[in-house]
């Protein structure tokens, strides 16, 4: 059936159809989440420059004077350092915890899916449920668990929450998020090419310089997903501290977030904590930007 | 009656031209190999004709319709992918009768159409199982017994035998040419092994960069490719294409000079003269030692394959000279060797790649 | 090929991997003990670990700490907030997931970071703005709230199970003659109804364990359980088995969930970032 009719030229299509029917699909989402985005942080950054207290209205424009006074708040070095202390302390113990267990759990053993679920237990518990457990079952002065070894061993029980605040949150902290580590830790050691390790078997590698040499660099990259995930989530601590210290004995475990809770909702200073919010968001941010860098890679 | 046209074919993806002004015709139960190698558009093409891809320019018939803005699902075509993408949560009987479960074919008249698909390709045992319960080959079996039960007024193949092992792929290329005979249908098939082409196409299409080289029989592209790309696609052990200069044309035979020293005469062709630069095609096959012969050179590699020995032999500069040889000739790596064209003939190219051709 | 060297750290392994997942999870287990003492039992020194258990506990807890009341707040926050999010979230990852553009690979990206502002920063105006809108200690605020914090994780894990499925199988479905929406029935929602299950579960352990905003922007009417063990410690912390008995109450649900998906967590969790 050859054709001996012209050939006839269909001019170029237009930009597929699909490529419009699939903007109303996206919208709701990201419409929604740039509301969410965008609106409470540039009114955050607006109270900021406000002199608002929620018991004497209205809000006064006071340009930098939340700034000025943060940067001048006796409290705030101590604010800032325990921050800093309530995220890398846990951080490396979650870290090193999380390898050594990932380590542990790597390799079938009898009863280890079993064992395995009580291992990342602690996950699941609420963060008020998890502080609660640790204040009245562990450091309790009274009927508390260490207090009684202290005890059985001749020793003082100690009240943890007034000589040792810090401490105890960070345990509490580092129980609620090892398993975290661990997961995300395992999950990647089993990713990990077998053959590679053999090689290295071949190669006459002891299991320590087997892990060193070959399993640890291949966790760097998952260790920094993980030093960055935990970052921003202990960045704000927040109900630990809540249940069990209210950020005392006196600001001794107050961090940002709570900071700005107690100056915001307790001391209704609403300017002045906008403008540790905007602190806090920047140091968020900055974090952020490092962990989409690495995400990148991947999508 | 299932015929195909694409008449000036055009792709491009914003600035890059996939296939640039393509025209084939497809007849009624013809088997079209389309081959070539990676990224010269032939699977563009099979999914521009299946619907899965737009068609930037040109025009699509199929049985005289224009079919460019007619919808994959509304093509009457069925394929079978490289990959065999079966649905997975389904069973093999599932995944063949799904087309006519969405066409609201009763049930009884599905279970029949399943079953003699199932016999013709040897399914019967397997139809309550799961895609993940099957090996390699009966996967692609369910791919093919998919499309056979539509009734398709084309089959579509995109590579269906490359994830095969060699062994199963032969024994699948029998199966897949009987399927033709049998069911008489018009089949386009893409490959990127010429192999394949030549064993069960009644035409193949060379591909490259989008742009058809030669359209024919397998035997016409064998014996008179249209360029070098062709004349080196088709045949294996690939054809030797040697630089040669055209020393003297005398009489009917024409001279050739092959760096190195080897000599070599050929029947000469209107319009060559000497100082021209031709390049010369000679199937391995059609070349073996000859004490008359002119081609001269030290063998480098031997391949005894059983039924035949490969020789790799160097004449001296530029690439090895295949010769395949009878496997009980006495050859040995280090022997000079001198070779003649001991039956078909030679095919000479212009330096441009085209065939040249005694006018 | 069991070597002795083999078996010895198999059964260092064992030895190891029981110690740490006892002392790791025994808290939670002690809580849950004291949760069927007595008062008297759960203060008791040295600590009980034999005593008769009693049921009295669960009884007084939905007195005092109105345990049934804010049991069915946190249901509904988790289960709604969930539930609005997938919905918000499907189309967008299927968009994403199988007609991806240049920029599909920014936006996803994008909605991640959103997920890392801290609350903090967005505390105050949203605050004030729900103190506007009379919307303070209600649970439509807190679901919303909620729905929108866990947005972002929603749509990276049904765009990560969305993008397993190959393209191709629906391209064969097309072949067969279907059509997008048949698509969606036969094809892409019995496979990927495993990832949007793990999603939904995954969704509804972050809405239950979420305290920040229910802390600061609900109050009796409609905390959840978050809210009512905070509170409860706060005014009645000295009854210690009676909070047991509410923690675990509250805990307990989500403890199954987690174990059904810890698989899909890391995924979910870490954004695709460890394989």
């Known amino acids: 059936m050859a054709s001996t009719t012209t050939p006839i030229t269909v001019p170029a299509r237009a930009r597929s159809r699909r490529v419009m029917k699939t903007w109303p699909l996206l919208l709701p989402s990201v419409a929604v989440l740039a509301l969410w985005a965008f609106v409470p942080l540039v009114l955050t950054l607006w109270y900021s420059f406000q002199n608002y207290n929620l018991q004497m209205p209205p809000a006064v424009f006071g340009g930098l004077i939340n700034y000025e006074y943060l940067l001048t708040d006796p409290d705030l070095p101590g604010v800032v350092f325990n921050t800093l202390i309530m995220v890398f302390v846990p951080l490396i113990v979650t870290v090193v915890l999380g390898t050594a267990f990932a380590v542990i759990y790597d390799g079938p053993f009898p009863g280890q899916p079993i064992a395995r679920i009580l291992v990342i237990t602690p996950f699941f518990v609420m963060p008020t449920v998890a502080a609660l457990v640790w204040k009245n079952l562990f450091f309790h002065p009274v009927w508390g668990l260490f207090s009684w070894l202290q005890q059985s061993l001749g020793m003082q029980p100690i009240d943890w929450f007034s000589s040792h605040p810090m401490t105890a949150i960070i345990i509490i902290i580092s129980w609620a998020w090892t398993p975290f580590a661990t997961l995300i830790l395992l999950t990647a050691m089993q990713s990990l090419d077998r053959e590679q390790i053999e090689a290295a078997r071949m190669d006459g590698a002891k299991s320590i310089a087997r892990f060193y040499y070959v399993v640890l660099p291949h966790l760097y990259r998952p260790i920094a997903v993980l030093v960055m995930l935990e970052t921003v989530f202990f960045l704000s601590t927040y109900a630990e501290i809540y249940v069990t210290t209210m950020g005392g004995p006196g600001s001794a475990t107050t961090n940002i977030p709570f900071y700005i809770y107690s100056r915001a909702l307790m001391g209704f200073d609403v300017g002045l904590a906008s403008a540790a919010g905007v602190f806090a968001i920047i140091i968020a941010n900055i974090v952020a930007f490092f962990f989409v860098r690495i995400m990148s890679e991947q999508i | 009656m299932s015929t195909l046209e694409l008449r000036n074919i055009h792709k491009s993806y914003g600035a890059v031209n996939i296939i640039k002004d393509v025209s084939l015709s497809v007849h009624d139960r013809e088997f079209v190999v389309l081959v070539g190698p990676s990224g010269c558009g032939k699977s563009t093409l099979l999914r521009m004709i299946a619907g899965l891809e737009e068609i930037t320019g040109g025009e699509l018939t199929i049985d005289g319709e224009v079919m460019n803005d007619v919808s994959a699902d509304a093509r009457g075509l069925a394929m079978v992918f490289q990959s065999y993408a079966l649905y997975p949560h389904m069973s093999v009987a599932e995944n063949m009768g799904f087309a006519l479960k969405l066409a609201k074919v009763p049930e009884a008249e599905r279970n029949q159409k399943i079953l003699q698909a199932a016999k013709i390709l040897q399914l019967e045992h397997l139809l309550e199982r799961k895609p993940k319960q099957l090996s390699g080959g009966q996967r692609q079996r369910v791919a093919i017994g998919r499309a056979i039960v539509r009734q398709p007024k084309i089959f579509l193949f995109d590579e269906p035998l490359s994830n095969l092992d060699a062994a199963l792929r032969v024994q699948m290329r029998i199966e897949l040419a009987e399927l033709h005979r049998r069911l008489n249908a018009t089949m386009i098939y893409v490959t990127h092994d010429q192999v394949e082409a030549m064993t069960m196409a009644d035409r193949i299409v060379v591909l490259r960069d989008g742009v058809i080289e030669q359209v024919g029989t397998p035997l016409e592209l064998y014996n008179n490719p249209a360029n070098t790309f062709v004349a080196g696609f088709i045949g294996s052990p690939k054809m030797n294409l040697i630089e040669a200069r055209v020393t003297e044309v005398e009489g009917g035979s024409a001279k050739l000079f092959i760096n190195g020293g080897s000599t070599l005469t050929v029947a000469a062709l209107r319009g060559l003269n000497a100082g021209d630069t031709v390049t010369v095609g000679l199937r391995p096959e059609t070349i073996g030692p000859s004490d008359a012969g002119t081609v001269t050179g030290v063998v480098d590699v031997v391949e005894h394959l059983g039924s035949e020995t490969l020789c790799y032999i160097n004449l001296g500069s530029g690439p090895l000279l295949t010769a395949k040889l009878d496997s009980a000739a006495p050859v040995a790596v280090g022997d000079t060797m001198k070779l003649g064209v001991l039956k078909g003939k030679p095919i000479l190219f212009a330096q441009s790649g085209e065939a040249l051709r005694d006018r | ?275």
């Open chain 3, 1 to 275: 090929m069991a070597t002795t060297q083999q078996r010895r750290h198999d059964t260092v392994r064992m030895i190891l991997g029981w110690i740490v997942g006892l002392i790791m999870a025994f808290p939670v287990f002690w809580m849950g003990l004291a949760a069927f003492k007595t008062e008297q039992d759960a203060a008791a020194i040295p600590p009980k670990l034999f005593f008769s258990p009693t049921l009295e506990n669960f009884v007084e807890m939905n007195e005092r700490v109105n345990y049934l009341h804010h049991a069915l707040n946190s249901i509904l926050v988790s289960g709604t907030s969930t539930a609005l999010a997938i919905l918000l979230a499907a189309p967008a990852a299927y968009v994403m997931a199988f007609y991806p553009t240049k920029r599909t690979r920014s936006l996803m990206l994008w909605m991640l970071s959103v997920r890392f502002m801290p609350a903090v920063g967005a505390l105050i105006p949203v605050y004030l703005i729900l103190v506007y809108l009379g919307l303070i200690d209600t649970l439509s605020a807190l679901i919303l709230i909620t729905c929108l914090a866990n947005l972002p994780l929603i749509v990276w894990m049904l765009f990560s199970y969305f993008k397993e499925v190959p393209a191709e199988i629906l391209e064969a479905a097309r072949m067969d003659g279907a059509r997008a929406l048949t698509q969606l029935r036969y094809l892409l929602i019995p496979l990927t109804a495993p990832g949007i299950s793990s999603t939904a579960l995954l969704g509804m352990i972050l809405a239950w364990n979420e305290t920040f905003w229910c802390i600061n922007i609900t109050a009796t009417k409609s905390g959840t359980l978050a809210l009512a063990i905070a509170s409860f410690a706060n005014s009645e912390g000295q009854f210690w088995a009676k909070l047991s008995a509410a923690s675990i109450a509250s805990v307990a649900p989500i403890l199954i969930f987690g174990w059904i998906t810890q698989r899909q967590l890391v995924r979910g969790l870490t954004f695709g970032a460890v394989k």
